[in-house]
């Protein structure tokens, strides 16, 4: 178990242009979330799979934005035409599904992402 | 709706000193609450988490928290902190329902010196 693995570390992009990051949570988590993190700030929710179905998504989550998790597993966010206040750390979380015991996520390293 | 607000941006604390991070909430439903540790350029890592039972929290690098349901605190507190304990700290809630979004505070800068 290798924790939640995110690529790439850092992103830099021109305004405009279209970004993707991946995400790979702990194999056995069938929960996956992402949030978007600002300087100054705590982190916000985007949107959260149970396995391959987006089952909430944040009004932050502009249409511009999209996330799949196809196969259940591994997850990508992309975002379009992408504005500088889009810049951010974008960070995944998973989890088991909630029991006595786990809850609580563990979150992968990030995204930074700086439009220019 | 439920929100988290964290009462200080930033703590400056000598080295060995006590410190207490404070958080509040507010809810109409029961939560779980958390904290949350995030050191320079990495995700965010558990601290420790009240989900019911014994309100005082025991978690990890000496760490512990006190639930206050009357007071709807959930406050961090470490006896004696050491440089390493320099990072940024964040409080969160999750609702007791469905639907498992963690709603995070602001967060706290903690900055130990010697």
């Known amino acids: 178990d290798t924790g939640v693995s995110q690529d790439p570390r850092h992103k830099i992009t021109k305004r405009g242009q279209n970004v993707t990051f991946r995400c790979d949570p702990i194999?056995?988590?069938?929960?996956l979330y992402w949030y978007r993190q600002t300087l100054g700030q705590g982190p916000e929710f985007l949107t959260y799979?149970?396995?391959?179905?987006?089952?909430?998504k944040s009004r932050l989550l502009s249409d511009r934005f999209s996330a799949e998790r196809p196969k259940g597993s591994f997850s990508t966010l992309e975002i379009q035409r992408t504005e500088q206040g889009d810049s951010a750390m974008y960070l995944c979380?998973?989890?088991?599904?909630?029991?006595?015991?786990?809850?609580?996520?563990?979150f992968g390293s990030g995204t930074r992402l700086t439009v220019v | 709706a439920q929100s988290v607000t964290q009462l200080d941006s930033q703590v400056p604390v000598f080295e060995e000193a006590p410190v207490e991070l404070r958080c509040n909430y507010s809810?109409?439903?029961?939560?779980?609450l958390f904290w949350y540790v995030q050191y320079p350029n990495q995700g965010l890592q558990l601290l420790l988490k009240?989900?019911?039972?014994?309100?005082l929290v025991k978690g990890i690098n000496g760490f512990e928290a006190e639930f206050n349901k009357s007071q709807t605190s959930f406050h961090l507190r470490k006896p004696s902190v050491h440089i390493s304990d320099t990072a940024e700290y964040f409080c969160?809630?999750?609702?007791?329902?469905?639907?498992?979004?963690?709603?995070f505070g602001k967060g706290t800068t903690l900055s130990v010196s010697s």
């Open positions: 809810s109409s439903v029961s939560v779980y």
């Open positions: 979380a998973s989890s088991p599904s909630p029991g006595p015991k786990t809850y609580g996520y563990t």
């Open positions: 194999s056995e988590h069938n929960r």
């Open positions: 009240y989900l019911s039972g014994s309100t």
């Open positions: 969160a809630v999750r609702p007791n329902q469905a639907g498992t979004a963690l709603i």
């Open positions: 799979f149970q396995n391959e179905a987006q089952l909430e």
